[in-house]
């Protein structure tokens, strides 16, 4: 189950949680658009973190929240002191846009509470009187908990985010009809106000209208409509009104002759209506419209099917979206009178995860058909909700659930532990098992049934989810034994998966850390360290937590460290790995449409975990206008030394020319020598006799702002290095860089032969040099130049015997 695929909070909501200091306040800033019901954001605390901060422990803490009619722990502090009278529900307050605790009637926001003794969460959420905000406003109260002598405060800055719209054109025969989405849903008939949730695909709907994608989530309530109906004889205008109107409510128009339709159109809550349709909310991350949809009780019968269009209307321009609602008999409900043909148990076991990656189960629908005596196609999935009624009202998606830890139907966000759902929908040979992210913990167990049902028969399928042990691992022992460096280049577009065709080769890792299995780790970033200290302390270093589907992978910021999906700001790119081919690749992909010219670069880490041995893989992911297709043909590795004056060494550039298909002279007049930047793409190529290349102290090249550089001497037969500000590189310096010769042919087949330098002191370069030397004389040995025995030397300049010499 992918990330997109849920009910994901819509409203953006970005908080700080500030470590506890003398006056144990807590901090959290919220954003929401404009409502038309009670919807509400929160900022989520520690349950844990405010009871010590009271001195208290958290069962006492619960006990008095429990009972908050009595205690009136909560409370409001504004310009008259501490109010703990409340003046909306229980646990509620309402708010003037100063701030000030107030009446119902005089309130234009509201602040409340909330917890989650099992999830450890303490909720402070916001919402506003419907209707009311109509520009972007900023608000702020100050909520607090009094338990005798100690209290703690939260600080909450709340911002109503209105951006502008153009006006709406009304009449729908005038719309330009930009694009078209449906969705059908099946309901039994409702004898409560009980909805289902509702999720239609767009289709690049936000480019289509003519705004801005992150800004429609903020604006949805805004250019959203319904067909208006004639209030007299109920048949249905050329004109729209706000779906909002009224809360949603609609019911079947009439034709022109007064034959009921079961097209619908807005309508003022009465006992004729039909439908209601509530929280409509835009998705910007999958291009997907959520709402909920109920009925008005004892209204609608088996076999009706209504349906409402929806346009979302930006200026002339409008997205057509039509819901239907195919009225089907209700199943069986009083599992008590029914007969059970069979039972199984599956049991998933799985790590802890960040995301909504999943673990498929199958069970056999063929025996569970057999058994009910029905086709398979006549088969209903349900499970128990809070009243201990068998339901297939769905919670997740395709029909299936999302489910507390003890196994009850319950919605997704808080209380939701973990999920079951049909890959498709009716499908029930696959079923998707997964969790609520940050969940679970170590060694827990959760346990649902699931009842396949025809008529009053039932097959009981029992699944287990079992997360394993956190394995522990120390990472102060791993120790980096070999380092690759991989260049992804991908075109511009949303959610497109690149890869590098090279990878890394098995043998090549179990050869040099002793696995064919490794773990992907990455670096964590400081803001999810932050945001999550429990579970990234200090002491962690890599971090092995999956916060991307496919797994194993990540979505990482743009210093390629994990962050977990948070925006296309926060988390630029993603990558995951697969083993294919015998190669370990690498697959990244860009998260927004990044224009051409972005590059991403960052180390990940394929550990054994058995001996702390690890494989240093540099992922450079760049966005090209135009795919290049580079293969390397050669690389050596040199050291060369970096002096006040400048500094020659002897190279025979003769094999490098060789492999690139041309001579050496060919080489240096018509090709271009190229160097590694710090986003870890290329250079532009240049002259090397006449402009050679600049790098940073960091060893990435800039040939604008560089302090040494390097170029070739005009006989061919040397690199000399020079620098313009030798003082900044310190003592015994040691600065790897990368460089390479470049070959283009007719057929826009690149060839690149890649040189790994590191650029050293005079001093320092003399005595590894000598070392080696020393070091390597008479014993047979061959070495590189930075001093590293080789068993099978390739192309490239070696030590043996303590005498230089160059391998073609």
């Not at 709406?168 to 849903?185: D, R, W």
């Not at 057999?370 to 909700?385: E, H």
């Not at 990244?588 to 240093?616: C, I």
């Not at 006989?715 to 500000?725: E, P, V």
């Given at each position: 189950m992918k990330m997109s695929t849920s009910i994901r909070q819509l409203l953006l909501v970005v908080m700080c949680l500030f470590g506890l200091n003398a006056s144990a306040q807590f901090s959290a800033s919220l954003k929401q658009g404009p409502t038309t019901d009670w919807s509400n954001v929160g900022a989520q605390f520690k349950l844990t973190d405010v009871a010590e901060a009271l001195g208290t422990d958290t069962a006492t803490l619960v006990a008095q929240l429990s009972d908050m009619a009595n205690t009136k722990v909560f409370a409001v502090i504004d310009s008259t002191g501490t109010v703990n009278g409340y003046t909306g529900n229980t646990g509620e307050f309402w708010l003037t846009q100063t701030g000030q605790v107030c009446a119902f009637a005089d309130g234009a926001w509201f602040v409340g509470q909330n917890f989650d003794e099992e999830n450890n969460i303490f909720n402070v959420y916001v919402g506003q009187k419907p209707s009311l905000f109509t520009v972007t406003t900023d608000l702020n109260v100050k909520a607090a908990l009094v338990v005798g002598e100690k209290t703690v405060t939260f600080d909450i800055a709340?911002?109503?985010?209105?951006?502008?719209?153009?006006?709406?054109?009304?009449?729908?025969?005038?719309?330009?009809?930009?694009?078209?989405?449906?969705?059908?849903?099946?309901?039994?008939?409702?004898?409560?106000?009980?909805?289902?949730?509702?999720?239609?695909?767009?289709?690049?709907?936000?480019?289509?209208?003519?705004?801005?994608?992150?800004?429609?989530?903020?604006?949805?309530?805004?250019?959203?409509?319904?067909?208006?109906?004639?209030?007299?004889?109920?048949?249905?205008?050329?004109?729209?009104?706000?779906?909002?109107?009224?809360?949603?409510?609609?019911?079947?128009?009439?034709?022109?002759?007064?034959?009921?339709?079961?097209?619908?159109?807005?309508?003022?809550?009465?006992?004729t209506d039909n439908l209601y349709l509530q929280k409509l909310a835009y998705n910007a991350d999958n291009d997907t419209l959520s709402c909920t949809i109920g009925q008005y009780p004892n209204v609608l019968k088996v076999g009706d099917k209504p349906y409402v269009d929806i346009y979302l209307v930006y200026g002339s321009k409008a997205y057509k979206v039509t819901y239907t609602v195919n009225i089907v008999e209700a199943p069986y409900n009083g599992i008590e009178d029914m007969t059970m043909v069979g039972e199984s148990t599956i049991t998933v076991n799985q790590d802890i995860k960040t995301d909504y990656s999943y673990?498929?189960?199958?069970?056999?629908?063929?025996?569970?058909?057999?058994?009910?005596?029905?086709?398979?196609?006549?088969?209903?999935?349900?499970?128990?909700?809070?009243?201990?009624s068998l339901s297939s009202n769905a919670t997740a998606n395709n029909g299936g659930f999302w489910l507390t830890q003890g196994g009850t139907i319950t919605g997704w966000g808080t209380g939701a532990y973990w999920f079951v759902e049909p890959a498709t929908q009716n499908n029930f040979s696959d079923i998707h098992v997964g969790q609520y992210p940050d969940a679970t913990h170590s060694e827990d167990t959760a346990r649902t049934n699931l009842y396949f049902v025809a008529g009053e028969k039932y097959y009981r399928l029992t699944v287990i989810l079992a997360i394993n042990k956190s394995k522990e691992v120390d990472q102060q022992g791993f120790e980096s034994v070999l380092n690759r460096t991989l260049n992804i280049q991908a075109l511009p577009g949303n959610y497109e998966w690149s890869t590098v065709d090279c990878g890394i080769s098995v043998d090549d890792i179990n050869a040099a850390i002793g696995t064919t299995d490794p773990t992907l780790y990455a670096l964590i970033s400081d803001t999810l360290r932050k945001a999550q200290p429990d579970t990234y302390p200090e002491s962690m270093i890599y971090t092995k937590i999956y916060n991307m589907n496919p797994t194993p992978g990540f979505w990482v910021d743009k210093d390629g460290k994990s962050r977990g999906w948070v925006s296309d700001e926060q988390s630029p790119w993603g990558m995951y790995i697969k083993t294919e081919d015998n190669k370990v690749k690498?697959?990244?992909?860009?998260?927004?449409?990044?224009?051409?010219?972005?590059?991403?670069?960052?180390?990940?880490?394929?550990?054994?975990?058995?001996?702390?041995?690890?494989?240093?893989?540099?992922?450079?992911?760049?966005?090209?206008?135009?795919?290049?297709?580079?293969?390397?043909?050669?690389?050596?590795?040199?050291?060369?030394?970096?002096?006040?004056?400048?500094?020659?060494?002897?190279?025979?550039?003769?094999?490098?020319?060789?492999?690139?298909g041309t001579d050496v002279n060919t080489l240096f007049a018509n090709y271009p020598l190229v160097g590694m930047t710090a986003s870890g793409i290329y250079s532009n190529g240049v002259d090397p006799v006449n402009a050679g290349l600049m790098f940073d102290k960091s060893g990435a090249c800039n040939n604008e702002g560089g302090i040494f550089g390097l170029n070739i001497s005009e006989?061919?037969?040397?690199?000399?290095?020079?620098?313009?500000?030798y003082e900044e590189l310190g003592e015994n310096f040691s600065i790897p860089a990368t460089i390479g010769f470049k070959v283009t042919d007719e057929n826009e087949q690149t060839k690149l032969y890649v040189v790994n330098i590191t650029f050293m002191s005079p001093d320092g370069y003399a005595t590894g040099v000598n070392n080696i030397k020393v070091n390597a004389k008479n014993d047979g040995k061959i070495y590189d130049l930075s001093g590293r025995q080789i068993s099978k030397p390739a192309h490239g300049l070696y030590i043996m015997n303590g005498k230089k010499y160059m391998v073609k």
């Open positions: 709340y911002r109503v985010y209105v951006p502008e719209v153009p006006a709406p054109e009304l009449a729908i025969s005038k719309l330009q009809i930009v694009g078209e989405s449906s969705v059908s849903i099946e309901q039994y008939p409702r004898t409560g106000y009980d909805t289902d949730n509702v999720y239609v695909k767009l289709n690049d709907v936000a480019n289509k209208l003519g705004c801005d994608k992150d800004e429609l989530p903020f604006i949805i309530n805004k250019i959203a409509h319904m067909p208006r109906l004639d209030a007299t004889y109920g048949i249905m205008t050329d004109s729209l009104v706000v779906y909002t109107t009224n809360d949603g409510w609609m019911k079947r128009a009439l034709s022109s002759t007064g034959d009921p339709l079961w097209a619908c159109g807005n309508n003022g809550y009465e006992n673990t498929s189960i199958h069970p056999n629908m063929e025996v569970i058909a057999a058994a009910l005596g029905v086709d398979a196609s006549n088969i209903s999935m349900q499970a128990m909700d809070s009243n201990g690498f697959y990244a992909m860009q998260f927004a449409a990044d224009p051409a010219g972005t590059a991403y670069s960052g180390q990940f880490f394929l550990v054994n975990e058995e001996n702390g041995k690890m494989v240093t893989v540099t992922l450079n992911y760049q966005v090209v206008s135009k795919i290049e297709n580079i293969t390397v043909v050669g690389t050596t590795d040199i050291m060369l030394p970096v002096g006040d004056i400048d500094q020659e060494v002897d190279f025979d550039f003769a094999p490098v020319a060789e492999a690139l006989d061919y037969t040397k690199f000399i290095t020079f620098a313009n500000n």
